[in-house]
């Protein structure tokens, strides 16, 4: 198959998840050729789409994460380290 490593391999699809253009595209052709089911079929894949972009880039973060493409984030701030007197 691939000569990818398993980790990339098995959480591969999760990271796709966020992908929404050909959905989206997929649900105007629908609805613009399917008529009253059409409309059905775009409502369903719109309200997936929705989910999906909520959820996928957290799912994807972890994804990446367990697949060791990326370390997980520290605990420290962006802002820079404070001293015990909030300076």
Same mark, same amino acid.
């Given at each position: 198959w691939t000569h990818c490593d /398993?980790? !990339?391999?098995?959480? *591969?699809?999760? &990271? #796709? #998840? /966020?992908?929404?253009?050909?959905? *989206?595209?997929?649900?105007?052709?629908?609805?613009?050729? #399917?008529?009253?089911?059409?409309? !059905?079929?775009?409502? !369903? &894949?719109l309200f997936s789409v929705l989910i999906y972009e909520l959820v996928g880039p957290y799912l994807t973060k972890i994804a990446l994460q367990k697949a060791g493409e990326i370390r997980p984030e520290g605990k420290t701030s962006a802002r820079g380290k404070k001293d015990v007197m909030g300076q």
């Open positions: /398993p980790m !990339i391999v098995k959480f *591969l699809g999760i &990271t #796709l #998840l /966020p992908q929404a253009g050909v959905a *989206l595209g997929m649900a105007r052709k629908a609805a613009d050729g #399917l008529g009253e089911v059409g409309a !059905i079929v775009a409502n !369903i &894949t």
